[in-house]
């Protein structure tokens, strides 16, 4: 059960945000229930996370393994449970999300961009800073737009899962 209650959604002055949600979302999930107590932050993290999920030049496959690898490192089941079926969509096989909590046992299931991009998101999500070993296996893989793309996709999905990690948000909480 979350931390908090979840804000209303029906309220005149977010009216316009929440039809926003809906329309880059398809509906107002838990976190945005959530983050709807301040306005100002919902509407940043929406446009961030919006750059993140769909303007970005990396494939959505390669996306969503780092994306749940991190709420799997971070303890945040909301997260893996939320983009899982995001991932199938995106390509990914049912075996290579089921294998994200050691990866690194099953390596014949991803290929060289994603073993990279994976171990750049543990890197990250663990250790903060990356070593050069792991940067320069990145850097033989992508150009620097892709990079930048990469590292902020991963840096974000920290936030995200830190968030739901701090606040408890879980998907089955009840909610107003």
Known sequence: ??????????????????GDIVA???????????????????????RLMTAVRHETSLPGSLRELVIIRIGVLNDAPYEAEQHR?????????????????DWQRRPELFDEKQQAALALADRMTRDIHVDDATWQ???????????????VTIASYNMVSRVLGALDIHSEDPRP
């Open 24 to 46: 880059q979302r398809g509906e107002v999930l838990h976190l945005y229930q959530m983050l709807l107590h301040s306005p100002p932050i919902t509407e940043g993290w929406l």
């Open 1 to 18: 059960m979350a931390r908090l209650p979840y804000a209303r959604t029906d309220g005149p002055e977010i009216r316009d945000l929440v």
């Open 137 to 151: 296996i990145v850097r033989r893989q992508w150009d620097e737009r892709a990079i930048v793309e990469l590292v």
């Open 85 to 101: 079926p995001i991932a199938i969509r995106e390509g990914c096989s049912t075996e290579q999300v089921d294998a994200l909590g």
